[in-house]
C-alpha cells in the first residue's frame, strides 16, 4: 500500500511539476518546442522541480486524511494553504483557480464545508478533479459504491459542487480504485464503465449531464483522434485528456510528456494523468533524476508513509 501511495502522490506533483513552466502554451508552440525534461522558470517563474495549487491541494487533502475522514478538516487545510502557506513548494501561493479562492474565502468565512463550492454550470473548472486522487487511498477497501460516490460528491463540493465537476472525480477515483487491484489498465477501464452503467442504471440525473461524459463512459476514449481530445481548464476536458494519454502511453514518462505537450492546461493534466499513470507503473519505473529534482520530495515521502501507515 505504501508504494502505492508514494507512487500516487509522486506521479500526481511530477506531472504537476513537469507542466507548470508551459502553463497556457498551445499545443502548436509545444508541437514545435515539446517538453521532454523538467525544467524551471517559464509561464510562474519558479524553479524546476516546482508544483502548483494542483500538488499542494491535494497534499492538503492527504494531510487531514493521515488523521481520518473529517470535511471541515480538509476545508481548514485549504484555507491554512491559502492564508498559513501550508504545502507550498517555497512558502507562498503562487497560482489559484477562481472557483477555489472564492470557495476557500467562504470556508474562511464560517460556511459548511460541502457548500462551499459552486453550484452553477460555469463552476466546472477541473479544481476538484486534479486533487482528488488521495481519496482514492481512502476508499481502497469500500466495497458500497454508494458511499464511494457520496464522499467524492462531499470532498469535490468543498470547491465544485456541481454535478459535473462531482461526476468527473467519481469516474477518475472508481478507475483508480480498479488500478489498485492490479489489473491491466484496459481492463480497468472496461470495469470502471462496468461499476459506471449499473450505478446509473436506478439514478434519476440529469440525462443531458450524463450524455457529456459519453467518450468516456460508452466508448473506449484512447481511440479518438488527437485533435478531438482538448485540453483547456474544463473538468470534462481534463478527465477525458489524461484517460487519453495514459491509455496512449506504454510508461509514466510517456503519459505525462504527452499530457503536457497537449498544451494549455498542462500542469493539471499533467497532474491527473500523472496520478493515475503513478499508481499503475509505480516510482520504481519514474525517472529517478524527476524524483530528485521533485521540491520537497522528502516532505512528500513522509507525507504517503503517513498515509499508509494510516491505512493498513
Known amino acids: 500500500m505504501k508504494s502505492k501511495i508514494e507512487s500516487g502522490l509522486f506521479g500526481l506533483a511530477i506531472g504537476d511539476a513537469l507542466g507548470v513552466p508551459v502553463e497556457f502554451q498551445s499545443r502548436k508552440y509545444l508541437k514545435e518546442n515539446p517538453v521532454s525534461d523538467m525544467f524551471g522558470f517559464g509561464t510562474h517563474h519558479q524553479p524546476a522541480g516546482t508544483w502548483s495549487d494542483d500538488s499542494s491541494l491535494a497534499f492538503c487533502l492527504t494531510e487531514s486524511l493521515c488523521k481520518g475522514f473529517d470535511l471541515n478538516d480538509i476545508a481548514k487545510n485549504f484555507v491554512r494553504w491559502y492564508s498559513e502557506e501550508l504545502w507550498t513548494p517555497h512558502g507562498k501561493v503562487f497560482d489559484i483557480g477562481i472557483a477555489t479562492r472564492h470557495a476557500i474565502l467562504n470556508i474562511a468565512k464560517g460556511h459548511q464545508a460541502d457548500l462551499c463550492g459552486g453550484f452553477s454550470e460555469e463552476d466546472n473548472g477541473n479544481g476538484s478533479l486534479m486533487r482528488i486522487l488521495p481519496l482514492v487511498f481512502y476508499l481502497q477497501k469500500e466495497n458500497d459504491i454508494e458511499v464511494i460516490y457520496k464522499k467524492v460528491k462531499e470532498v469535490s463540493s468543498i470547491t465544485h459542487a456541481h454535478f459535473r ?3 468527473a472525480c467519481f469516474i477518475y477515483v472508481v478507475y483508480c480504485l480498479e488500478i489498485l487491484k492490479d489489473k491491466d489498465k484496459f481492463e480497468a477501464y472496461k470495469e470502471m464503465q462496468n461499476v459506471l452503467s449499473k450505478f446509473l442504471e436506478d439514478k434519476k440525473y440529469n440525462p443531458v449531464e450524463i450524455q ?8 473506449d476514449i484512447w481511440t479518438y483522434p488527437e485533435n478531438e481530445i482538448l485540453a483547456s481548464g474544463y473538468v470534462l476536458h481534463s478527465l477525458e485528456a489524461s484517460f487519453w494519454c495514459f491509455l496512449n502511453s506504454d510508461s509514466y514518462e510517456e503519459t505525462v510528456l504527452k499530457a503536457i505537450n497537449l498544451g494549455e492546461d498542462t500542469d493539471t493534466t499533467g497532474a491527473i494523468a500523472g496520478g493515475l499513470a503513478g499508481i ?33
Open 165 to 167: 465537476s462531482v461526476f
Open 212 to 219: 457529456l461524459f459519453e467518450k468516456i463512459l460508452k466508448n
Open 280 to 312: 499503475y507503473y509505480g516510482i520504481e519505473n519514474m525517472p529517478p533524476k524527476w524524483i530528485d529534482n521533485l521540491v520537497r520530495s522528502n516532505d512528500i515521502k513522509d507525507l504517503a508513509e503517513r498515509l499508509s501507515d494510516k491505512y493498513k
